[in-house]
C-alpha cells in the first residue's frame, strides 16, 4: 500500500492533523460543561417518528457491561388513555438483550406526544434503537441523558421525490423545557406552514417532545432549548423502485462537535453516498476527496453535501467544531437496498475498545479507521484480527479497512491495547442496509468500581486504567470524566504541543499556502 497517497510535504502533514485537534482545555466545555460523547450511561430517552407502512416494529437493544445490571423501560401515556408501559430485565456482562416495545409507540404527523421511551440501568449501558424491523429496518445509537445538550442543527437527507419528507423529534427529560426552532426550509406546525426565518417556540413538561414533518428539506434548522434535549432527524419513507426506506438517527449537540473526520467507504458500495457537513458558526472546512484537498468556509447554519465515491475514503476537518452524517442512498444496482443515516464519529472521540451488535440475516462488516502503525494490534473477541486489508486515508497517518463478521446475531468485542481508532458496523442483506457507529465500551475505567475485588487487587487495576487513561489522554487529549484529578499532572507533563500553538494563530489558508 505504501504512502504514495501523500499529496504534501511532511510539513504540511503534521499541520494539516493535528492543526485542527483542539487544545484539551477547549474541547467540549464550550456550553454546559457535560457534553462529553459518550455512548455508555444509566439514563437515555428515545421516541420512534413516523415511517414506512403500516406494520411497524419497535425494538431497543440494550448491551450490558457489568453483571446483574438491571434496565427498567417505561413509556407513559403510550396508548393516549393513560396506560402506562413498563418492563424490566436483567443484562450482564458481555450480553444484548432485545426488548419489542408496543406498536403505539410510533408516532405518526406533525404533532406534541407523551410517548418517550425512557431507559434506565442501575450500571452503565448501551443502547440501540431499531424501527420497523421487518419492512426496512433502521438503527440509531443513542447517547445517554448526560451526553444530551441544549443546541442542534437538524440535517435532513434532500431528495427530488415527492412522497418523502424530512422528519425530526425534540423530546426533553425530566424537567419542563422549552424549546425555540429557527426554521430553515419549510414545515408544518399547528395549522401553518413556517419557513425561513421564521421561529417557534415550544413548551414541554417532563417526557413530553414534539414532531416535525417538513414539506422542503429542514436542513439547517436550529434548534435551542432551555434544557438539554434528545433530538432525532430522518425521512419518513422514501421508495425507489422496489424499496422503501424509513431512516433517522440521533443527534448531536453542537458542544459535542468535533473537528476531524474520516469517512470509509462502504464495502458493497456501487454508487455515490454522500455526506452532510453542518457549521454551527463561520467555519473553515478542509476536506479531501482521494488526491486533492478542497477549502471552503461555511456560513453559521449552512450543510455542504458531498459525495462519497466507492472505494475513496474522505477526510474533513475544521477550525471548529462541526456535525458530519453520512447518508447512504442505497444501491440502485442491481436491487435497491435500504438508505440508512449514521453519525460519523470524530478523531478526537475513537476508543479503544468497541461492542458491535452483528444484526440477524445479514452480512455483517467491522468497518474500522485506524493509526497506520498500529493496525496490527486489533483483537476481535480475544483472536488478532489478521485478514484486514488495509487502504490510505489520503492525507492523514490513517487507514481504513474492514471485517467480515458471521450473519448469527450477537455481541463482539473489538479493541486495541493502546491506540484508539474507529469502528462503524455496517451491513446489507438482499434488500437492505445498516450503518451503525459501535459503542465506545470504556471498561478500563470500570474495573475501578468492581465492588467485589479485594482493596489491593483494585489498585493494582486503578493504576492500570491511570496508565491506559494517559495513554489515550496524550493522544487524543480526551480524558475519561471519571478522573477528573488526572488532568493536572497530564497537562503539565504534555506541555504545548506545536499544533497547538499554530492552531490558535494561523487560518487555515495560511496552511495551505504553504504546501
Ligand atoms: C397495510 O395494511 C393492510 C391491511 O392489513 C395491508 O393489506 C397492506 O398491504 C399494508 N400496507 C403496507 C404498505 O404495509
Ligand atoms: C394521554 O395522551 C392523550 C393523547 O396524547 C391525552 O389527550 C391525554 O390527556 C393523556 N393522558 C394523561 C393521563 O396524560
Ligand atoms: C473488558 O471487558 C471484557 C468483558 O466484556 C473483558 O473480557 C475484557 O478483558 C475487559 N478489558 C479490559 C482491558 O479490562
Ligand atoms: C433511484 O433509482 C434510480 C434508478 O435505479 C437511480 O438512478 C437513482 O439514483 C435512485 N435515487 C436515489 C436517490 O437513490
Ligand atoms: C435481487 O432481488 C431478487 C428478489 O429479492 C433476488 O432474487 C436477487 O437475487 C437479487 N439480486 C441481487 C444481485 O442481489
Ligand atoms: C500513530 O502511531 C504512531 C506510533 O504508535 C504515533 O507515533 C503517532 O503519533 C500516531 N498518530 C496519530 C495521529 O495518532
Known sequence: M???GFAFPPMFFLLGLFWFLP??????????????????GREFITSYMEDCGNSSQFEVQIAGYFAFTSVSLSISNYTGDGARFEKKIMVNQGEMVRVRLPESVGIKGVTKFSKVVLIKADKDISVVSVSNKHVSPETTVLYPVSSLGNEHYI???????LDSYPEFSVMTYEDRNSVEVHVKGKLHYLTKVYS????????LLAFQGYQFQGIADLSGTRIVSEKPVAVLVGQVCFCNNTKCSHVFEQLLPVCSWGTTYIIPPLPWQEVDERVYITASQSTTVLYQLGEQPETVTLAGGSVLQLPVKPSIPVYVSA????QVVFYSVGTAIPNSSHAFLMNVPDVASYCRMYSINAQEGFENFALMVANTSETGAIILDNQPLRDVVWNQVPGTEFVWGMHTLGPAIRSHAVEHPSSPFALLSVGTAAMDSYGIPGSCRKNVTFKCQTESLQIKEQLEMC????LQAAAIASSFHSLPQQYPFLLLPLLKRRGPSMGENLGEKLPVENILSSS
Open 2 to 4: 505504501g504512502r504514495r
Open 23 to 40: 487544545p484539551a482545555s477547549a474541547q467540549r466545555t464550550n456550553t454546559i460543561g457535560t457534553c462529553q460523547t459518550e455512548t455508555l
Open 155 to 161: 440535517v435532513t437527507p434532500s431528495t427530488d421525490s
Open 196 to 203: 425561513t426565518g421564521n421561529k417557534l417556540e415550544i413548551k
Open 319 to 322: 477550525n471548529v467544531g462541526i
Open 463 to 466: 493504576k492500570n486504567v491511570f
